[in-house]
């Protein structure tokens, strides 16, 4: 087990993925942010089964970053109840893993 997560956000634009993914790597909440779409989403909501396009963002940061740019997110992000999903890196390349780890915080001031 790494101390390095993977975030999954949807968002409905790219404009919008794109401006979060810049924020976040802006404010040193993430080394990398892959805006990626259009994805379709299918899903429940309000009792009624959604059919949508939207784009994935995949934050690469660290666990103990997790509630700050959870704050970050909900701070930007247009949906009421925005997915915000965190799966731990449980291994992965050294290399890439340190390059995160130095392009981010161990913890926010």
């Known amino acids: 087990m790494t101390d390095c997560i993977v975030v999954l956000v949807t968002v409905g634009t790219a404009e919008d993925g794109t401006r979060m993914a810049r924020a976040l790597v802006d404010d040193r ?64 390349s050294e290399p890439y893993l340190a390059w995160l780890r130095g392009a981010t915080p161990a913890a926010v001031d």
């Open 29 to 92: 909440l993430a080394a990398c942010v892959n805006v990626v779409g259009p994805i379709r989403s299918i899903y429940r909501w309000d009792g009624q089964v959604c059919d949508d396009a939207e784009h994935l963002l995949v934050i690469k940061t660290r666990a103990a970053l997790f509630a700050a740019t959870t704050a970050r997110i909900r701070a930007m992000h247009p949906y009421e109840t925005p997915e915000i999903v965190a799966l731990p890196i449980t291994d992965g």
